[in-house]
């Protein structure tokens, strides 16, 4: 397994009317942590992007545990658990950073799309490149 931590401070923006982050936030909190994850290795996502790949999301879940509100900073883990698999599974687990409370954790699934075809394929050689040390060398 492979995981990354990143933290965001919660935006007025980002609640509802009952001062809870909107549940629909999540996900874009989940990409947050998605994309950093991937940054961390030294593979941003433009990279990819530039390389010829795109990753639609074909499947995600979320299970809320306590609600997040204005100025909380919470602390997104998000984890790889396989490398060689078709499908780029990643779990979440979101924490308000102060106490370690659990506020969500969840899944999104994902699929690489070659950009001018649009058809799926197995991941690329940049993305087993840039994880593959994470793997091969017994840190995750």
């Keep these: 397994m492979f995981s990354h931590k990143t933290t965001i401070r919660v935006r007025y923006a980002d609640t509802d009317k009952m001062q809870f982050v909107y549940n629909g936030k999540y996900l874009e909190y989940f990409e947050v942590g998605r ?4 940054r961390s290795t030294g593979l941003p996502y433009s990279e990819v992007e530039k390389a010829g790949y795109q990753l639609p999301l ?3 879940g979320i299970k ?3 609600p997040a509100v204005y100025d909380d900073i919470l602390e ?5 658990n396989e490398l060689y698999s078709p499908k780029v599974h990643i779990e979440y687990v ?3 950073k102060n106490s370690g ?3 969500a954790e969840g899944f999104t699934t994902h699929i690489f799309i070659k950009i001018d075809t649009k058809k799926a394929v197995r991941p690329p050689k940049i993305y087993i490149d840039a ?9 995750a």
């Design 35 to 38: 994309t950093e994850l991937l």
């Design 58 to 60: 074909i499947e995600a």
């Design 64 to 66: 809320y545990k306590n």
């Design 76 to 80: 997104i883990e998000a984890a790889v």
């Design 94 to 96: 979101i924490r308000r």
């Design 101 to 103: 409370e659990l506020i």
């Design 131 to 139: 994880l593959k040390k994470y793997f091969d060398n017994g840190i």
